[in-house]
């Protein structure tokens, strides 16, 4: 039996986190757990607007942030972590779509900010330190990303309308 999903993304973390100077232990577990649970393409968009209608930009995510942060701490939280999570993968394995489009640094920009935000909600010391690192580096993390789905993951033409599928169509 071959490596499990988790395995296979974090053999390819490391290494290429490696070769950037990110290779902090616990960054590279959390970004490989991100990979794995989005290779899902539900656990891509798995919030639900009011309306139950799956959140899939990141201006649905603002939106929903903003009803959230009046009416359900918890629920914010959450939003805000996704967030970060999203804005990563996007930023890291759709790079060129996003910068085709104008709008790399818009996701560079609240990825980051969510992460920060993460930190500050979260009372596990040592995942409040990871979100506090994707924040400060999350530049770096996103071009080490690409670097490694460049490299590991070549996506093939017209495979960017569904970011998960697109891994698997090789």
């Given at each position: ?134 924040q400060r580096d999350f530049p770096r993390v996103a071009l080490a990303l690409d670097t490694i789905r460049q490299r590991q993951l070549p996506l093939a033409a017209g495979t960017l309308t569904e970011p998960a599928a697109a891994l698997w169509r090789m």
């Amino acid at each position: 039996m071959g490596p499990t999903l988790y395995q296979f993304f974090h053999r390819h973390i490391q290494h290429g986190f490696r070769q950037a100077g990110l290779a902090e232990p616990a960054t590279v577990d959390y970004v490989a757990d991100i990979l794995s649970r989005f290779a899902q393409t539900s656990a891509v968009y798995p919030i639900r607007d009011h309306n139950q209608r799956h959140l899939t930009t990141l201006t649905q995510f603002l939106t929903e942030l903003r009803l959230a942060q009046e009416q359900d701490r918890a629920r914010a939280a959450l939003i805000i972590r996704h967030l970060g999570e999203y804005s990563l993968f996007m930023s890291g394995f759709f790079r060129e779509r996003l910068r085709a489009r104008g709008q790399l640094a818009y996701y560079v920009d609240h990825g980051r900010s969510a992460f920060g935000q993460s930190a500050d909600l979260e009372s596990d010391h040592r995942q409040a330190r990871v979100f506090w690192r994707l924040q400060r580096d999350f530049p770096r993390v996103a071009l080490a990303l690409d670097t490694i789905r460049q490299r590991q993951l070549p996506l093939a033409a017209g495979t960017l309308t569904e970011p998960a599928a697109a891994l698997w169509r090789m």
